[in-house]
């Protein structure tokens, strides 16, 4: 095969852990290995994945009753790369999960080819027409859209597909997905925390499609806005068609920052090396490693990390701005001043990087340009007047200061993550943690108040349901809460009132469409 196919290997091995030993699979029952039975076919008592793959092909049905990753998956083609991704998220989120997100795609597909069957002379559209009715289809099932281009949006691809909230990254992938079925010529692309697709005629003729907005783009709006270089795109660093290898990198890679944010940063590192291994000149992947290595203290690898990120795409200030708080760390307060000059003349507005400048020059005794920069900060952030920096009292409060925003995010993801695993009270705890870190984010009250309600803390559910309305009055998913909750207390007329006023706030929600008919029939049955 052309690209990575080790999950057909793994899922196979964990259903029949006898397969290497044996080389085949008494699939029939009959007392003996048939031919086609048959996984080590040059009986090196190692089943290679090129050999799992042809073993799963030439057995598909049986199997795929047999295991429940294969049945779900069997609505689309076995070697179409999405299943790789897939199976690597698996071991981050629940069964179900998995489930949903490949019916989400199968149906994908299935609406995209009904759309395309009902087109007259549809094999005659022009690429773009074809790449715009996935996206058409996307939204016609009410999916939302990250289409700020400069703006990453991380997540895993499973939990962006149940929330129906894609960024570039799922939006990609669901692209991918489907133009592997349909046998279309396209390829993702990258540019600075950034993906999108391209189509690749015979004749090495390309159109670039921007696949959250389901427009045409190219390679010049890139670079102009990601400050891609010539050279970088001739080296392939950027905006060049990925390899079956390298887009195997960024399954990795994505997996490894749902690792990072789930508290697992052993992992995260694990997957970032084997991205890094997949393509040796992703930026992205460096920078992402270094940011483990630093929160785990591991300070020269995380410079070495920011080192080689910088080197491949130089005209990145985060990456200075995070490369020299690893000096500031490790004492190397000249240099860091150097990458936070270079940080501001790329972000010139940049609260943070000037207050960490105003931190290496007071510890290198340049007492005055160093109150320059807390001076300047302050305007630029007036919150920051809060720390009053002292020397040598080093970075710790900066950066809590501004990681509280990230770690309240990754707290709630790793809390949801607990949610689906049952584990409520665990989220709890994590989101106890990010209210305190962000105390004006109507969701995390939201969920907080979702989990207490599991756990029969209904005085404080509903506590958190009304602080959250009170933060964003036309919440829909907080009156759905308080309905459920309200249902779990025996209380429908409540609950309905509830449904009613989110249906109020969006009339076309099929969810609350469908809890609103679940209430009222139950209502009629109690009476």
């Not at 990795?252 to 991205?275: L, Q, T, V, W």
């Given at each position: 095969m052309s690209y990575e196919i080790p999950w057909i290997r793994e899922t196979l091995l964990a259903k029949y852990p006898q397969l290497d030993h044996d080389g085949g699979v008494d699939l029939d029952n009959s007392g003996n290995i048939e031919e086609d039975e048959i996984a080590d076919t040059d009986h090196n008592q190692n089943v290679s994945e090129e050999e799992s793959y042809r073993f799963y092909v030439n057995n598909r049905s049986i199997l795929n009753r047999r295991i429940a990753f294969l049945r779900w998956g069997s609505g689309l083609s076995p070697d179409n790369p999405i299943h790789q991704l897939i199976y690597l998220e698996s071991k981050l989120v629940p069964s179900s999960e998995i489930q949903t997100?490949?019916?989400?795609?199968?149906?994908?597909?299935?609406?995209?080819r009904q759309s395309l069957s009902s087109s007259q002379e549809s094999e005659e559209l022009p690429p773009l027409a074809k790449m715009a009715r996935v996206y058409l289809v996307l939204r016609e099932q009410n999916v939302s859209f990250d289409t700020q281009l400069n703006v990453s949006s991380y997540g895993l691809f499973t939990d962006n597909v149940r929330r129906r909230e894609l960024d570039c990254d799922t939006a990609t992938f669901i692209l991918l997905t489907a133009a592997h079925e349909f046998d279309w010529p396209v390829?993702?692309?990258?540019?600075?925390?950034?993906?999108?697709?391209?189509?690749?005629?015979?004749?090495?003729?390309?159109i670039d499609f921007e696949t959250t907005a389901g427009m045409p783009t190219n390679d010049y709006l890139y670079m102009n806005l990601f400050h891609i270089s010539r050279e970088q795109v001739e080296q392939g660093i950027f905006l060049g068609n990925l390899t079956p290898a390298e887009l195997s990198g960024q399954f990795?890679?994505?997996?490894?920052?749902?690792?990072?944010?789930?508290?697992?940063?052993?992992?995260?590192?694990?997957?970032?090396?084997?991205?890094?291994?997949?393509?040796?000149?992703?930026?992205?992947?460096?920078?992402?490693?270094?940011?483990?290595?630093?929160?785990?203290g591991h300070l020269e690898e995380a410079l070495a990390d920011f080192n080689r990120a910088i080197e491949l795409h130089p005209n990145d200030h985060q990456y200075y701005l995070d490369r020299a708080t690893v000096k500031i760390r490790l004492g190397k307060f000249a240099e860091a001043i150097e990458d936070l000059n270079r940080s501001l003349?790329?972000?010139?507005?940049?609260?943070?990087?000037?207050?960490?400048?105003?931190?290496?020059?007071?510890?290198?005794?340049?007492?005055?340009?160093?109150?320059?920069?807390?001076?300047?900060?302050?305007?630029?952030?007036?919150?920051?007047?809060?720390?009053?920096?002292?020397?040598?009292?080093?970075?710790?409060?900066?950066?809590?200061?501004y990681m509280n925003n990230s770690e309240a995010e990754a707290l709630f993801q790793r809390a949801m993550v607990k949610v689906r695993a049952g584990d409520f009270e665990g989220a709890l705890a994590d989101l106890n943690r990010a209210i305190e870190l962000d105390p004006q984010d109507e969701m995390l009250y939201s969920n907080r108040g979702a989990a207490r309600a599991q756990l029969g803390q209904y005085e404080e559910a509903m506590a958190d349901f009304n602080r959250a309305l009170e933060l964003y009055p036309r919440n829909v998913r907080v009156y759905c809460n308080i309905a459920t909750l309200k249902m779990m207390l025996g209380d429908y007329q409540e609950a309905l009132r509830n449904v009613e006023r989110a249906l109020e706030i969006d009339p076309e929600n099929e969810q609350v469409q469908s809890l609103a008919r679940t209430l009222r029939l139950q209502m009629e049955l109690n009476h």
């Open positions: 997100t490949y019916q989400f795609l199968t149906d994908i597909v299935e609406d995209v390829h993702a692309i990258t540019a600075p925390d950034h993906m999108a697709t391209r189509w690749v005629e015979g004749n090495g003729e390309y990795y890679m994505n997996r490894g920052i749902g690792y990072s944010e789930a508290g697992r940063p052993e992992e995260a590192i694990a997957d970032f090396n084997r991205a890094i291994e997949l393509n040796t000149d992703n930026p992205m992947a460096y920078a992402n490693r270094a940011v483990v290595q630093q929160r785990l003349e790329l972000s010139p507005e940049s609260a943070e990087a000037t207050y960490l400048r105003g931190v290496a020059n007071v510890e290198l005794g340049n007492l005055e340009e160093g109150n320059k920069d807390f001076e300047r900060a302050i305007v630029l952030e007036p919150r920051l007047a809060e720390i009053n920096y002292q020397p040598g009292d080093g970075i710790d409060r900066i950066l809590e200061f």
